[in-house]
């Protein structure tokens, strides 16, 4: 088998539905040899399993949630039994805010509910990692993945998950410094705008729409997550084994554009 991943085992997070970033980055992994895969909980299990199916083979589902130890002590055994403990890649595609952190109340949400989009947004960063750091550690070269949104400026709307996806991209620097000895790698992809339930979920999205494409000098699609994909493949692969602790941006350049 031939590709970028061959021979690799890579663990997805955060597919929910087939529009799902992580779904693109699961299909794209596959075709490029790896064995992947997914983790999901709660009720939201039951999609998981019902979207794996349309990837082939369709992986199994393990459940991980974030922020019980417990759980990512039971994918790491997961790991241990089924992969004889190596793991290559990991891809980070976890976020959530409650609504009172989204959609202009930035002054009046409480603290526990930022604390929870906090905690499942970036803190996760570091629990996923430092759970499967043995598993990580032993391929000696292993990586990780985190997708993001930039946030090196305020977007409309998205508030308190803004200030978590800046906490994120600071934890994966960190990460990628403590763990380079180690040589793990740690870097996070900037996603443009897609059409995904959690883009759909967040107050104002729309407002996205109507200026990306038209200040993005490569233009951009909100349908077409291929792109992001092949980035997150890229840093996955080893064809970037002295790159860590960088924001890749595919937002068809959005994001250097001032006006």
Same mark, same amino acid.
């Given at each position: 088998m031939s590709g970028l991943l061959a021979g690799k085992r890579v663990l997805v997070t955060g597919v929910l539905t087939d529009d799902s /970033?992580?779904?693109g980055v699961a299909r794209l992994a596959q075709d490029q040899g790896a064995e992947v895969v997914l983790t999901s909980f709660g009720r939201a299990m039951s999609l998981t399993r019902r979207v794996? +199916? $349309? /990837? *082939?083979?369709?992986p199994e589902v393990l459940e991980?949630?974030?922020t019980e130890a417990g759980d990512v002590a039971r994918v790491a055994g997961w790991i241990d039994d089924r992969w004889g403990g190596q793991l290559d890649a990991v891809l980070h595609s976890v976020g959530y805010a409650p609504p009172s952190c989204l959609g202009g109340g930035f002054l009046d949400a409480p603290w526990e509910d930022v604390a929870q989009a906090l905690q499942v947004s970036a803190f996760s960063l570091k629990t /996923?990692? !430092?759970g499967l750091l043995g598993q990580l550690r032993a391929v000696g070269g292993a990586s990780v993945v985190a997708l993001d949104f930039d946030n090196r400026v305020a977007?409309?709307?998205y508030d308190w998950m803004g200030v978590a996806k800046s906490a994120l991209e600071s934890?994966? +620097?960190?990460l990628a410094r403590d763990l380079g000895p180690d040589r793990i790698r740690v870097n996070l992809v900037s996603a443009g705008p897609i059409r995904t339930v959690a883009a759909r979920s967040i107050p104002g999205f729309s407002r996205f729409e109507d200026v990306w494409g038209e200040r993005a000098p490569l233009g951009w699609s909100m349908t077409d997550s291929e792109p992001? !994909? +092949?980035?997150?493949?890229?840093?996955? *692969?080893d064809w970037f084994p002295m790159t860590t602790g960088e /924001?890749? $941006?595919v937002d068809g350049g959005y994001h250097a554009m001032g006006a």
């Open positions: /970033l992580a779904f794996a +199916r $349309h /990837l *082939s083979p369709a991980l949630d974030v /996923l990692t !430092a977007w409309p709307g934890t994966a +620097r960190y992001v !994909a +092949r980035a997150c493949v890229a840093l996955l *692969s /924001l890749v $941006h």
